[in-house]
């Protein structure tokens, strides 16, 4: 090949990817409607009863961790996530890392998680002391593939006793935790199949998904426990703050006295009967999330229309397509994403450049745990389709009020 040929196809190369970046700025624009402004990733909306609820607070002195704002908020989670309990906490990684615990989560254990996911989810594991053991995803849910999970385990672990056990390191594998990504639920039946061959205690990692319906149900009632977040960026937020959910009665009288300090309850003596935890989440922080529940459908419809949109203005596009939850779930759609064609994958760091330099901010998926240092001598199976997703998805801006505009 002379240099003139291969001058020729590079310049063509870089005249198709400008074409592509064009072609998928337009398509964005057309759903956001922004007059020229800058559009960040996701931003919350307080248009409920926000300020009633925090003046209340504030007018009464009970702005800390008692006051009865905590209840309420614990009472709407419950119910919009049907589960008997819900326990508010100061994070969701903190509700994850006290989840596993109750789980059974011992140190020196092993917890399977997605590869794929927000760092949180690997911490809350590693807070208990365990060890992430890194498990493939599948294109169609973005989450935990139960079936290449099994595939591992046959390989690598066995039951002995009623406990799988990693053959290769010797270390129990405890549970399984698995993230609903951006919203969208995993193969639930298929993991709970294959959690249940293996002993497995599911933990869902539902930080992302209030709401979100799997064959009708809500997430985060599949598992023994599940953690949620309220972080500013969440569908619901609190500014800060998680819960942890569970249909057991005892496990949530544990995880509430755990992150409750492990006080005895008493008119005036401080007893603890061990050593606790403050992960309480304080009583204006709780207004809020109890403002923020009352609107959690609308914002689902909005997040649901906006996706929607999305997948219209995509609809034809050679270069991308906008993630589709399947028929049996409707996800609350936390972010929208799209995801490169196969061999595109070139086109990404291009397109965030273009994006974000253009005043819409878009984001790549987190990067894969096993390529952050803390978490890389990890135990992994084969993970090449969570490397796949990497390289091709970008997340739009996906706030709540683009899917009022409409
Ligand atoms: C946000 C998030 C968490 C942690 O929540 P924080 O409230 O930020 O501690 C855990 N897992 C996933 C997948 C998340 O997106």
Known sequence: MTSTTSETRAAGEVARQDAHIADILTRIEGVLDRRGQPVVLHEPLFRGHEWDYLKTCI????????????????????????????????????????????????????????????????????????????????????????????????EIAEVRGGVCINKRTGRRIAAVMPMHTFGHPVDLDGLIEVAGRWRLVIVEDAAESIGSLYKGRPVGGYGLLAGLSFNGNKIVTTGGGGAILTNDDALAKRAKHLTTTAKLPHRWEFVHDEVGYNFRLPNVNAALGLAQMEQLPGFIAAKRGL??????????????????????????????????????EGLRDALLSATND?????????????????????????VSAAESLEARIISLPSSVKHGLAS
């Open 59 to 154: 007018d009464t002195g009970w702005v800390s961790y008692a006051g009865s704002y905590v209840g309420k908020f614990e009472q709407a989670l419950a119910e919009a996530s049907g589960v008997r309990h819900a326990i508010a906490v100061a994070n969701g990684t903190v509700a994850l890392q006290i989840a596993l615990s109750l789980a059974g989560v011992e140190r020196g254990d092993e917890v399977i998680i997605p590869d794929l996911t927000f760092v949180a989810s690997a911490n809350a594991v590693s807070h208990c002391g365990a060890i992430p053991h890194l498990a493939d995803s599948e294109e169609a849910t973005l989450g935990l593939d139960p079936r290449k999970l099994d595939l591992h385990l046959r």
């Open 307 to 344: 996706a929607a949109r999305y997948q219209a203005a995509f609809a034809g596009c050679n270069a991308a397509e906008v993630f589709r939850d399947q028929e049996h779930v409707e996800s609350n759609y936390w972010l929208v994403n799209i995801i490169l064609r196969p061999g595109l």
């Open 358 to 382: 253009a005043g819409i901010m878009t984001r790549p998926v987190w990067r894969l745990m096993h390529r952050l240092p803390m978490y890389e001598q990890c135990p992994r199976m084969d």
